[in-house]
């Protein structure tokens, strides 16, 4: 039997303390994943893989080391404290330094793993050929996504006396479907396998590509409302995630750089969650890195910033307390959750005057973090809305705004909410549909 | 030094019943820090080792990876490889086939004149700290928010052995150093900027780029940005764009839309498709100045490599040809169903990594223009140095660029400096209002990110200011 991921973290942290380190923590994960690729609807590749990571935190004098190793073998991880010894004398003190936090209890987050994962594990190919089959029953050319099942321990050791240890596993399943010029893609991210869902996210790729055939037209740049899918919002609510890491402020990396915890940032009806302790989350978690317990809690509620997100290190700094989202160096989301708010696709589409409805995007970037000045790009099914119908599809727009804006200017929340993880959307959101009004729109010279 | 081992999986999966395999053994060890305002926030190291064994069984290919060395895991992994391609063979509708090539049988390495450790970390980290120092002093009115530097080296080894003879050895060390500061000023508002070298080889590299000197001056030409900047032309200008956002654009607009899986839909779902279909070699896409090369083998270049991880030699690509669609980027299979010959496109990022199609080096030709001559005949038109913000639609078509660092430039004189001009432009509109391209060839560094599970590889993307007639910029809202 294998040894016990928690036992072999806490031989690592001994070892580093045995060496002369004046703390240490080590976290390592066992994983096996598998992913099918599909395109062309057929499967490209099946790929598989099984790994061990560690990843070990170091101090001595202040000074700080990471290290991130997949090893060929555990002891070869033991030969990298040996190195760090020599390493340590010649580094300076870090700024951040913060000794690592007192051991806090940690109530286990039940229903992290889920069987019927594990067992589709060895044979994967079938959710594939489902989620092919559903597209192309709807009339679907061709369809091309991925599904990825992953079952990972992860076990935790601090020299202050944790030892925590946790199994998960995860499905993440997107397709794109395409129609002709057409195009859907959807997507789910869960800790969870329900082969309805994968269905489904065939089923509404299939229906988005299905929706946006016939000519799509260019809109002219200028200000309209714009309904995002959940697709959409979990993509930009991972630049807000990032952007509440504390680190990321300290590196201006963030709209949140020069505005203080209680500041209105957000329409009134937002609330945005870092959602750890909802355990079919993709990226749910009971415990961070430094052995602190997690919990769910608003980054912004009703409109106004509630907190960064805090290890001991930022915390310290900014005379906050840890947030239970380290990170030994990075505080960092774990998974997010927008609350939901009470309108229908239907209902938000018939508040629109002018504005568009943008169910993908990708390519988000910015031209400074500080004011959130951001554009992204609509891919597969966009169409334009004029009082309160769809006319036609359009294509080759993007939104090239501000984040506080658009933030602000949310008038309307979906009332059903969805669980999405895919290339553009990591770590999970589970999102609705939002209205924002008043968003520019941008197009290309031709 | 571990050829025998990787034979041996070759031979295992041959064994059972694939008709293609190859194993490579692939390792990265790294290190980086990284300072804020001259102090050093933290050190990492980082060692990422294994084999990635792939199979062709019954024409579907399988893949799977290993961390331990240990026969028994490897020939764990090469049976799993071979069940997995069999399981899904019987789903294949056009089985997968491998173009010949010659492959080599051969050893390299980068030129590394000055050792990754001829350096302590002290130096390294004072290299940093001075980037700090030198922009702290450069700004007068406005005021440095906040500065981050960051040192990282990598070693990256390869052995590659598959089962149509190819035995290839690599060695390459890269460093780069990069970093983003925001200037604040009460009245104006912040600037951003983000900038970082990078090469393959050593740490010789560090006394080309001359960091700090390098920040020091873009501070204080950034400074002026935001404090003078005004708001770009309405109507239709000369655009004379900047090197730096040249390299972007030929590889977002040449390079991604020339790599032949994607234009077959094989990354449909993640990094897209290409407006290039089949069957579109030949076509005219741009003037006659519009040439871009991508080259594996420039030394010193941060995508630098003499064989791809299938074995075949590398060679320079002429995407586009003065003004033509020219050649595709290929691997084995790609090149068979297009009727080619690999041109050695295939690059994993590591042994976790099934080999993809990948740019390498990509730039576009330089001209026979001096800057001034590219300047001197504009009447009315903005020059963007340097950018931020990018992005391009998924078929790579409409693409965007927010200059930060530019200029207005009246009767062939740069004058004042334009506040986030927006380059937004298709691709054809781009390449076919080039009328003159500069002498000067430069280049930048990027992680160029594919693939699902995403790889990140280092390319480089370069090429001469060139100027274009009469284009609409846009302006952020």
Not at chain 1, 316 to 325: D, E, I, V
Not at chain 2, 182 to 187: A, G, N, Y
Request: charged content about 25%; proline content about 5%.
């Amino acid at each position: 039997m294998a040894e016990r991921v928690s036992d072999l973290a806490g031989a690592l942290v001994a070892e580093a303390l045995r060496r002369g380190f004046e703390e240490a923590a080590a976290l390592v994960w066992r994983s096996k994943s598998v992913m099918v690729k599909m395109f062309n609807s057929e499967i490209s590749v099946v790929q598989r893989w099984s790994s061990l990571t560690v990843s070990l935190y170091l101090a001595k004098e202040g000074r700080i080391m990471v290290s991130t190793i997949h090893p060929s073998s555990i002891e070869k991880a033991g030969a990298i404290v040996e190195r760090a010894v020599k390493v340590a004398s010649q580094l300076k003190p870090s700024m951040l330094y913060a000794p690592l936090p007192e051991p806090a209890k940690v109530e286990p987050l039940p229903g992290l793993a889920d069987k019927s994962v594990i067992d589709a594990m060895s044979e994967p190919e079938p959710l594939a050929e489902a989620m092919l089959s559903e597209a192309d029953s709807l009339g679907v050319e061709r369809a091309a996504g991925a599904i990825t099942l992953s079952l990972s321990e992860k076990g935790l050791a601090t020299s202050k006396g944790v030892k925590l240890e946790e199994e998960a596993t995860g499905v993440e399943a997107y397709l794109r479907a395409f129609i002709g010029e057409a195009s859907g893609q959807w997507a789910v991210g869960s800790r969870r396998l329900r082969p309805e869902e994968l269905r489904r996210v065939a089923r509404t790729a299939a229906e988005l590509a299905s929706q946006a055939k016939g000519e799509a037209k260019h809109v002219e740049p200028g200000t309209y409302d714009v309904v995002l899918s959940p697709m959409v919002v979990g993509n930009l609510m991972n630049l807000v995630g990032m952007m509440a890491g504390a680190l990321a402020v300290m590196m201006g990396n963030s709209i949140f750089a020069r505005v203080q915890p209680g500041s209105k940032v957000a329409a009134e009806k937002f609330t945005l969650v870092d959602d750890p302790r909802t355990p079919e989350l993709l990226g749910s978690t009971a415990f961070d890195d430094e052995g602190l317990p997690t919990a769910s809690k608003p980054i912004i509620e009703g409109g106004v910033l509630r907190t960064l997100l805090h290890n001991s290190k930022t915390a310290a700094k900014m005379q906050a307390k840890s947030t239970g989202n380290a990170g030994w160096i990075y505080p960092h989301a774990w998974t997010l959750s927008v609350k939901p708010g009470d309108a229908t696709l239907d209902e938000m589409i018939r508040e629109v005057k002018r504005g568009v409805v943008i169910t993908n995007n990708w390519y988000t970037r910015l031209q400074n973090y500080v004011e959130g000045i951001f554009s992204t790009i609509a891919r597969d099914a966009a169409f334009y809305v004029e009082n309160g119908e769809i006319k036609h599809p359009v294509t080759r727009i993007r939104i090239a705004d501000r984040l506080p804006k658009l933030l602000s200017n949310i008038e309307l929340l979906g009332k059903e909410l969805y669980d999405i993880s895919w290339w553009e959307v990591s770590p999970a959101v589970r999102a609705p549909y939002i209205l924002a009004r008043q968003i520019n729109i941008s197009r290309p010279f031709e | 030094m571990h050829e025998d081992l990787l034979q041996r999986c070759v031979d295992e999966a041959l064994k059972l019943g694939a008709s293609y395999a190859e194993a490579r053994f692939h390792r990265h060890i790294g290190s980086s820090m990284f300072t804020r305002n001259g102090e050093l926030i933290g050190y990492g190291e980082s060692i990422r080792e294994g084999v990635g064994i792939r199979v062709i069984v019954n024409g579907a290919l399988g893949f799977s990876a290993s961390n331990s060395l240990s026969w028994e895991s490897l020939r764990e992994a090469v049976a799993e490889a071979v069940k997995l391609a069999r399981s899904h063979a019987k789903l294949m509708k056009r089985p997968v086939e491998l173009a010949e090539a010659r492959l080599g049988k051969a050893k390299y390495e980068a030129l590394c004149l000055k050792p990754l450790d001829s350096m302590g970390l002290e130096e390294k980290i004072a290299v940093l700290a001075e980037i700090w120092e030198r922009v702290k002093g450069a700004v007068k009115e406005a005021k440095v928010m906040t500065l981050t530097a960051s040192y990282s080296e990598d070693v990256e080894e390869k052995t590659v052995v598959n089962s149509d003879g190819a035995l290839v050895v690599s060695r390459v060390p890269r460093v780069t150093v990069g970093y983003n500061f925001v200037l604040l000023h009460p009245q104006k508002g912040t600037l951003q900027r983000r900038f970082e070298f990078g090469g393959s080889g050593g740490l010789e590299q560090l006394g080309r780029w001359k960091p700090a000197e390098h920040a020091e001056e873009e501070a204080v030409r950034l400074e002026k940005v935001l404090l003078e900047g005004v708001e770009p032309p309405k109507e239709p200008v000369d655009v004379i764009v900047g090197s730096e956002i040249v390299g972007l654009i030929v590889h977002e607009s040449c390079g991604h839309p020339s790599e032949a899986d994607r234009i077959l839909g094989r990354e449909a779902a993640q990094a897209g498709m290409s407006f290039i279909k089949p069957g579109m070699l030949g076509q005219r896409i741009g003037s006659e100045h519009a040439t871009v090369i991508d080259d594996p083998t420039i030394p010193g270049s941060y995508g630098f490599y003499l064989y791809d991880d299938e074995g075949v030699p590398a060679r320079a690509r002429y995407l586009y040809k003065n003004g033509v669609i020219n050649e595709h980027l290929h691997n084995r299979w790609t090149a068979k169903l297009f009727g080619v010959e690999s041109n050695a496109a295939a690059r994993a990022m590591d042994h976790n990594s099934e080999p993809i199609i990948r740019m390498a080096n990509t730039y576009f030709a330089p001209g026979d223009h001096t800057f001034e001559e590219l300047v001197e005949d504009v009447k009315l038109g903005v020059y963007m140095r340097s950018y931020m913000e990018w992005n391009i639609d998924d078929i790579r078509w409409g693409q965007r660029y927010v200059g930060l660092e530019a200029y207005l430039i009246e009767n062939g004189e740069i004058t004042k400096p334009v506040r986030n001009p927006a380059l937004e432009i298709t691709t054809g509109a781009f390449y076919s209002k080039v009328d003159a391209a500069g002498k000067e060839l430069r280049f930048y560094p990027g992680s160029c990110g594919k693939g699902e599970p995403m790889q990140g590889v280092p390319v480089w993307f370069g090429g001469p200011d060139v100027r274009l007639r009469s284009v609409k910029l846009g302006v952020v809202a």
